[in-house]
């Protein structure tokens, strides 16, 4: 009898511990990230999802996008200064145009032009469709972007007119320019697109699935890298060639990060947090508990920060070494921002925008 009380006084106290003790949601050994190290400054609740990526402006004011229909413009440290309202689902995310104003799109068609204070200074309707895509200023100072009209568009703001490339699937993607001079873009038809600065197709790669949200990033001369919903992760060169195609066991939304030292990080459907070699080889892998959409960015120290749907941000030094990991209020599905005093910016499917600021006892120690 009284082994069998002990018995059941040592099962009693490790159910406790596993409850009550180990964070919940973390794996063993992943060490959990207090306020010693990552400080709350302040949150925000927009009233639906967000899925648009914040961006900063050269004044460290944030600027988000809802699918409660609304613009959020903030403080550094997270107070809003404005919001403003639009007509439909704003699922794309900001972008800084060359004169340093703000350019986003919306579900009801029009972008919207404002300058870094959230005050609206223009708004315009090409009549290509809803915007999913950001936006990209090109020197010549066309803005394009892709839209569920099947298509890739040229606008030209100064006269509102547009060229359109015709594919035959929506474009989803995001474009990125390539070596200054060309401009890629992915497409649901399953190819990348890759045209010149005269806005003439130089060429087209196919793969095996769509390309949806990730951005080509720029590697060595005339090669970059991009992810794909057929699960590979590509490299290809700005001729039109597939240099390799690194397989994972889920899809891939979004956009890889080049490290210092020139490796390509990058998450997965499949859970995994992938550091691969320059060559595209696999350097190392970490696995988190729910699938990853978010896209990897960096300290300016290098620390690479990911987060994750199971509610973390991830924090990796350059070699690919676990850190810690903070949990956020909700999945992560849009890439956080760091701003220039190491705050992150982070937002949530359930409409949270948290502005978190790295503490310098944890920036020293990585």
């Known amino acids: 009898m009284i082994k069998r009380n002990l018995l059941f006084t040592l099962v009693i106290s490790l159910l406790f511990i596993i409850v009550y003790l180990i964070p919940k949601g973390s794996f063993a050994g992943d060490p959990v990230l207090n306020s010693e190290y990552v400080q709350l400054v302040s949150s925000f609740k927009a009233n639906k999802a967000i899925y648009s990526s914040p961006v900063a402006t050269w004044n460290d004011h944030v600027i988000v996008g809802s699918h409660d229909k609304s613009i959020y413009f903030f403080t550094s440290e997270g107070d809003l200064i404005s ?19 703000i350019a986003i799109g919306s579900y009801d068609g029009f972008i919207y032009f404002f300058n870094e204070k959230g005050e609206l200074k223009d708004k315009i309707k090409p009549g290509n469709g809803s915007m999913f895509t950001s936006i990209i200023e090109l020197p010549n100072r066309l803005l394009v972007f892709g839209t569920n009209k099947k298509g890739v568009i040229f606008f030209d703001k100064s006269d509102s007119t547009s060229h359109i490339y015709p594919v035959r699937k929506w474009v989803h ?3 990125n320019i390539i070596d200054n001079d060309k401009l890629v873009i992915g ?11 005269d806005n ?17 990033t720029q590697l060595e001369q005339n090669s970059f890298a991009v992810g794909s919903y057929d699960k590979n992760l590509y490299i290809c060169n700005t001729d039109g060639n597939t240099v390799s195609a690194f397989k994972t066991k889920g899809r891939i939304h979004g956009t890889p990060l080049k490290t210092e030292d020139s490796k390509i990080v990058f998450g997965s459907f499949d859970r995994f947090i992938y550091f691969l070699k320059p060559d595209g080889t696999l350097f190392k892998k970490f696995k988190t508990q729910k699938k990853i959409i978010s896209s990897p960015v960096a300290l300016s120290d290098g620390t690479v920060i990911v987060g994750s749907y199971d509610k973390y941000l991830y924090f ?15 999945k992560i599905f849009a890439t956080p921002i760091v701003l220039s005093n190491n705050t992150i910016v982070v ?20």
């Open 200 to 216: 003439a197709l130089i060429s087209k790669i196919k793969t095996k699935g769509w390309i949806m949200h990730s951005a080509p």
């Open 187 to 197: 497409s649901n038809d399953k190819h990348l697109y890759i045209f010149g600065n």
């Open 83 to 101: 919001k403003y309202e639009t007509d439909g689902w704003v699922h794309a995310s900001p972008s800084i145009l060359l004169d340093s104003s």
């Open 347 to 366: 937002c949530t499917t359930n409409g949270f925008i948290e502005f978190l600021k790295i503490k310098p006892i944890f920036a020293s120690t990585i």
């Open 316 to 330: 990796f030094s350059p070699q690919g070494v676990l850190l810690g990991k903070y949990k956020t209020k909700g």
């Open 173 to 175: 993607g995001s474009p």
